[in-house]
């Protein structure tokens, strides 16, 4: 599996959207800041959107999509399923 995902600082804080094969692991790296990046500076590392993907290229594609959106949309996409912005990585490592 494949997956999309945006982390924030807070709610309708800053957004970082990725694409990863290992949700967990990779966003423990953003948590941790095992990665010097931007997630790392703006201390993006709340999981509070993903959607999973069969192929990778598929994810990548969708991951490219979503970059274009503007930021309302994206807001909107994590809303849409997650109103109260909470963070979902405990619910991942189950």
């Known amino acids: 599996m494949y997956f999309v995902y945006l982390l924030t600082n807070k709610r ?3 957004l970082y959207l ?3 094969n290992d949700l ?3 966003v423990h790296e953003h ?3 095992t990665v010097r990046g931007f997630s790392a ?3 993006a590392d709340r999981l509070v ?3 999973a993907h069969e192929d990778v290229t598929a994810a990548i594609e969708r991951e490219k999509e979503i970059k274009k959106w503007k930021r309302a949309w994206k807001l909107a996409l994590i809303e849409k399923d997650n109103t ?3 963070d979902l990585y405990d619910s991942v490592c189950r």
């Open 12 to 14: 309708n804080g800053t």
């Open 18 to 20: 990725g694409v990863t």
């Open 24 to 26: 967990v692991r990779r």
């Open 31 to 33: 948590r941790e800041k």
């Open 41 to 43: 500076r703006y201390g």
């Open 49 to 51: 959107w993903f959607e």
């Open 84 to 86: 109260e912005w909470i």
